[in-house]
């Protein structure tokens, strides 16, 4: 199959990426961040979480962050939520989208949100079913979907059933996540194959992790099954509280930088993205773990 012309990019920073850091991050700075990725072209923004304060601190301004941005036409702002309590609090804020997070592993669903994965269905049942009703849009991310720090190996129909029960209760995209970023290209492609045998081309993303280097390469392997929505992290933000030694997701700058040179079209502007990612780094103290956001930025500094 072609390539896409055209790749879709969910920035995850603000909520995947922050929320795994250990350092406090004010609410300003997130915003900020978030009207950064929008500047640089950036249509689909997660930009926070309404979990347990006491199992996710740094998410625990949610409503503050959302009350701040100034929302973009075009953009599409969304919000994790793990149960109706998180609904609730998400509602008030105006998600056009809300996420809610479920695992392939039965061994990380109950690490993640103390529950396990049938349980965590018959959580999510209600919250899609009100969150539609609110007219939002429901997404379904599915982690360790590659593999699990708790159990190991993660079968393909490990993953299908899970696909199965998303589809069963209303949500409408689903993304599959290599949490730990141990996944390779043929694989990868063999996990979305089971998510696009249930939901249609343009509903399926890939989440990939770039903890063992493998994310360019997934990516590009799932551009060659059609897929054309992927999630990727500003400045390579990220990793996840509940997967110890997951380093950040893949970064959105390296992204962007591939799908330019394919010729894909993503309407971002890098040299704005590669900002937003200098911009959240500084904040952190630290140098973007972005490879393309490095260079570009070591280029600009020579010339
Ligand atoms: P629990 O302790 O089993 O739930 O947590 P509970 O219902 O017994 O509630 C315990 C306390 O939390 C109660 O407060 C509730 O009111 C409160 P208390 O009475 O003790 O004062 N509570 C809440 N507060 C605010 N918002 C809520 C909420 N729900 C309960 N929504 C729960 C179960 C799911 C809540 C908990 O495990 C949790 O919040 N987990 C969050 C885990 C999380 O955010 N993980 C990171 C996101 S997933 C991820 O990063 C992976 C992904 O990005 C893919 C990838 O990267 O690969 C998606
Ligand atoms: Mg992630």
Redo the contacts with the bound molecule.
């Keep these: 199959m072609a390539l896409p012309t055209h790749v879709t990019l969910l920035d ?1 920073g603000p ?2 990426g922050l ?2 850091e250990k350092q406090a991050v004010a609410t300003a700075h997130k915003v900020e961040l978030v009207q950064r990725l929008q500047a640089a072209g950036v249509k689909e923004i ?1 930009v926070t ?8 601190p740094q ?1 625990s301004d949610g409503a503050a962050v959302m009350a701040a941005i100034e929302r973009r036409v075009g953009v599409r702002y969304s919000v ?10 998400a509602l008030p804020t105006r998600p056009d989208e809300v ?1 809610v ?1 479920g ?1 392939a592993s039965e061994a990380f669903s109950q690490r ?4 396990g994965i049938e349980e965590s269905i018959e ?1 999510f049942r209600p919250v899609a079913a009100a969150a539609r009703a609110a007219g939002l849009k429901v997404r379904g ?5 590659l593999g699990c720090p708790y159990q190991g190996e993660v079968s393909l129909d490990d993953i299908e059933r899970v696909v199965r029960l998303m589809k069963s209760i209303g949500v409408q995209h689903l ?1 599959i ?4 970023g141990v996944g390779t290209p043929r694989r990868a492609q063999a996990a979305l194959e089971r998510a696009l045998a249930h939901f249609p081309l343009e509903e399926v993303s890939g ?1 990939f ?1 770039d903890t063992y280097g493998q994310a360019l390469a997934n990516i590009y392997a799932c551009l060659e099954l059609g897929v054309h929505s992927f ?1 990727a992290s500003v400045a390579g933000l ?6 110890k030694g ?1 380093t950040g ?1 893949v970064a959105s700058e390296d992204v962007v930088f591939m799908l330019n040179g394919l010729g894909i079209h993503t309407g971002i502007d890098i040299d704005a993205l590669v900002d937003a990612g200098a911009f959240i780094s500084g904040v952190l103290g630290r140098a973007p773990v972005s490879r393309a956001g490095k260079a570009l930025l070591g280029k600009r500094a020579a010339s």
């Design positions: 995850v909520r995947d929320q795994n997660e979480s309404f979990v347990s304060p006491k199992w996710v998410m994790l939520v793990p149960n109706l309590k998180g609904l609730e609090a996420v997070f695992a993640n949100i103390n529950c959580r991310a599915i982690s360790c979907a993304g996540a290599d949490t730990i989440h992790h999630d990220g990793g996840c509280p509940y997967a997951a997701n």
